[in-house]
């Protein structure tokens, strides 16, 4: 069993940034990916960025250039860095983790990102 607790969500304007964690209750090393997604009312979650334990990572169009994910695996934690936010960047954010072994999905609780215009 996997548990992921994100935190660093909040209000924020315009053109302002905002760095969210992603812990881990396991050492990372047995995770095979940790992702980042969002969900605005009304509309499919969907892919914010993804970094593959291989060491590759991978951004949605809307946010490439603006947001950067990282890990510390010293830590357990995956961060994402996001900056020069926009009104359409408003969401809650879910954090999710793919077991390296049985490939099994975990999600966090989410955090409400809001960005005022």
């Known amino acids: 069993q996997v548990q992921l607790v994100e935190s660093g969500g909040g209000l924020v304007q315009a ?9 881990a209750s396991v050492n ?12 605005a009312p009304g509309k499919q979650r969907e892919l914010v960025a993804a970094i593959i334990f291989g060491g590759s990572t991978n951004y949605g ?16 934690t995956v961060y994402l860095q996001m900056n020069s936010l926009k009104p359409e960047d408003t969401a809650v954010y879910y954090c999710n983790a793919k077991h390296k072994l049985s490939s099994k999905d975990y999600w966090g609780q989410g955090t409400q990102v809001t960005v005022s215009s």
Not at 61 to 76: E, Q, W
């Open 15 to 23: 053109g302002g940034s905002l760095r969210l964690s992603c812990a």
């Open 28 to 39: 990372i090393i047995f995770l095979k990916a940790m992702n980042w997604y969002r969900q």
């Open 61 to 76: 169009d809307s946010v490439k250039g603006r947001f950067t994910i990282s890990r510390d695996n010293a830590k357990n």
